[in-house]
């Protein structure tokens, strides 16, 4: 159905008219206020049924919101971080780089600074083997020592070898030793030569006069290397130590002042049975020559009554070699008219 109102064409459709000019709507009064109603019921109720979930998620946004930006700072923290990490990475790798080749390359200049320094010690050593040699044959001759004497030199020489046969036997151990045995090395020889010039300088009269006086430091560093030496080691060094001991025991002064040395007769009685039938031999020459003093008798009386230092001294009367047994045998009547006498 149809109708005209004021010019304006409209169609009804369920009590309702619509005008399609103005895009106006007439419903009716009863509709309208329910409607009105339920818009009010609506403002009414929705606030409270949306509103506490709607702040919440609106608060959770915002939080979200807030901790994403602090993540993404961090981010960008962490980034610059890392970037800055990475290149004191690269800087230490560089360093650690260079350190390694200049490690290598000190280690190469160790190594030829060892064999340069193996090289010098060797040529010194046999320098001063060949030195020492030709002091050692120049020394036989009395007036050499005499005039060395007058040269006013031997007292630092003595220095010097006593030094040197201290520090050079400190620094050896077992094994060393026993491969120094060999007559060859340059090493022995020096020892030797050093030690057997020191022989002859106190076989001169004037020369051991010279080491009891002046010579003390040298006669203390031979006793102590006797008693640090052991049993089978060096026993040309210890005859060539025991002779020179013997040589400046003819001086009453210098037999004085070795017998002063508690330790001595122990040392003797312990190189006794050294094994080498020399060092045994000028052992008992040493002990002779000690026997022959009443003061050293005095002085050492109760070791040298030892029952024991008489047993040892008995056994090499047996020895195969003529001049040990006889000088076992003179030794041997020494002691027991020692006791006898004691």
């Not at 702040?55 to 959770?60: N, Q």
């Not at 993404?72 to 990475?86: A, D, K, T, Y």
């Not at 620094?171 to 060999?182: A, C, G, R, V, Y």
Request: hydrophobic share 40%.
């Amino acid at each position: 159905m149809s109708a005209s109102f004021g010019g304006k064409s409209a169609q009804t459709h369920g009590g309702k008219v619509k005008d399609l000019k103005d895009g106006f709507v007439r419903v009716r009064k009863r509709d309208l206020e329910k409607l009105t109603t339920e818009v009010m019921q609506l403002r009414e109720f929705l606030p409270r049924v949306l509103n506490g979930d709607l702040t919440e998620m609106l608060h959770k946004a915002r939080r979200a919101e807030t901790k994403t930006e602090h993540l993404v700072q961090e981010q960008e923290q962490l980034r610059r971080e890392c970037s800055h990490l990475q290149s004191r990475l690269d800087a230490a790798q560089a360093e650690c780089q260079k350190e390694r080749e200049e490690k290598l390359l000190l280690r190469e200049q160790l190594w030829q600074s060892g064999v340069e320094l193996q090289q010098q010690a060797d040529f010194c050593s046999g320098l001063g083997s060949a030195a020492c040699s030709l002091l050692w044959s120049c020394s036989a001759r009395e007036d050499t020592v005499t005039l060395w004497l007058a040269d006013g030199k031997l007292q630092s020489f003595l220095t010097v070898a006593a030094q040197t046969l201290e520090s050079f036997l400190k620094s050896l151990d077992d094994e060393l030793k026993t491969q120094l045995e060999d007559h060859n090395s340059h090493e022995h020889q020096f020892v030797l030569a050093l030690v057997g010039t020191i022989t002859n300088i106190a076989a001169v009269t004037c020369g051991r006069d010279f080491l009891s006086s002046s010579g003390c430091f040298l006669l203390d560093t031979l006793i102590k290397l006797l008693e640090l030496m052991k049993p089978g080691i060096f026993p040309k060094l210890k005859v060539l130590m025991l002779m020179a001991l013997y040589n400046v025991s003819i001086s009453v002064k210098g037999l004085q002042y070795i017998s002063e040395n508690k330790g001595l007769v122990t040392i003797i009685w312990t190189l006794l049975d050294d094994g080498h039938w020399e060092v045994s031999l000028n052992c008992l020459r040493l002990l002779q020559s000690m026997l022959l003093e009443d003061h050293v008798l005095l002085q050492l009386g109760s070791s040298l009554l030892d029952p024991d230092l008489q047993a040892r001294v008995n056994q090499l009367t047996s020895s195969m070699q003529p001049s040990l047994r006889v000088t076992a045998q003179q030794t041997l009547e020494d002691l027991k008219a020692l006791r006898q006498g004691h």
